[in-house]
């Protein structure tokens, strides 16, 4: 048999408890939202270091100066094709993971923030029951210094809704009406 993680399990539970359910409820909204978009998740930012884009674009919002990148400002001809940016040990910390078939190309991916569920601000439901819409929030935790690179406001909570039928197994997501 098969052992199941805890978020399977949880899921498991709330479903099969969802089943007899008319009507659904925030707890059961919240498991499958969580389970369906992975949260808490890492968001991160690809970093082309041999960019002089990125390059610039890094050194106007502070990253060198604060310690967490180097900059080349120029290169010689013998230096074509190496990397304007790189990652000091200050900047090693926050590397998210990045494929061995990026790194050959001098990508990095840099770690911005945690998005994790926040708050059910409501349900709606639809006709007979058989339908609900759910509006909810995610936040943004343990934001790093790279989260300058977004544009995103990581103080402010991201509205969502979310878009559930409910089957004769009961609720489900459907991920064919995201928002």
Request: aromatic share 8%; charged share 25%; glycine share 6%.
């Amino acid at each position: 048999m098969k052992n199941l993680s805890l978020p399977q399990t949880l899921l498991l539970i709330l479903t099969a408890a969802a089943c007899g359910q008319d009507k659904l409820d925030s707890q059961t909204a919240r498991a499958l939202i969580v389970a369906e978009y992975k949260l808490p998740k890492v968001i991160d930012h690809r970093i082309a270091m041999g960019d002089p884009t990125d390059a610039k674009r890094m050194l106007d919002l502070g990253l060198e100066k604060d310690g967490f990148v180097k900059i080349k400002t120029s290169q010689t001809l013998s230096e074509l094709g190496t990397p304007w940016i790189t990652f000091t040990n200050k900047g090693h910390q926050y590397f998210a993971q990045t494929p061995q078939s990026e790194k050959k190309y001098n990508l990095q991916n840099v770690k911005l923030a945690e998005m994790h569920f926040g708050e059910i601000k409501g349900i709606s439901m639809g006709s007979e029951d058989k339908s609900a819409t759910v509006e909810y929030t995610r936040i943004y935790k343990n934001t790093t210094p790279f989260c300058r690179l977004s544009s995103i406001d990581w103080t402010r909570p991201s509205v969502h809704k979310a878009y559930f039928i409910k089957y004769d197994t009961g609720w489900k997501l459907d991920t064919g009406n995201e928002n």
